[in-house]
């Protein structure tokens, strides 16, 4: 069984940086696209990384690129996100979830599994 769990958020004052972590089980990244989603209150699902089980290239919205970083660990059970300078606009909800690629990186619905999600707020 598919199963991923987030952690990692909180709370931080714009500027600072977070590294979110999701945790795999039941399998490891050579076998599925993982992708990073976050949810702010009253809006849609944002794809905002993903990265190929079939490369390993990252991909990441426009809203967080040069800031978030995508990465795992050697032993492909641990996918992180990293959150640099952070603006209070990326308080949401985040999630992770697997897929079979990125090329609809921006629906979670394309994605099967997600966790739970984790929290982070930034505050001005």
């Known amino acids: 069984e598919v199963e991923l769990a987030e952690s990692g958020g909180g709370l931080v004052q714009a500027g600072g940086s977070l590294r979110l972590s999701c945790a795999a089980s039941?399998?490891?990244?050579?076998?599925?696209?993982i992708a990073w989603f976050r949810q702010a209150p009253g809006k849609e699902h944002e794809g905002i990384s993903c990265i190929s089980s079939s490369d390993g290239i990252a991909t990441y919205a426009d809203s967080v690129k040069g800031r978030f970083t995508i990465s795992s660990n050697g032993a492909k059970n641990i996918m992180y996100l990293q959150l640099n300078s952070l603006k209070p606009e990326d308080t949401a909800v985040y999630y992770c979830a697997a897929g079979p690629n990125c090329a609809r990186s921006d629906d979670i619905s394309v994605f099967g599994s997600w966790g739970q999600g984790t929290q982070v707020t930034v505050s001005s």
């Open positions: 039941g399998f490891t990244f050579d076998d599925y696209a």
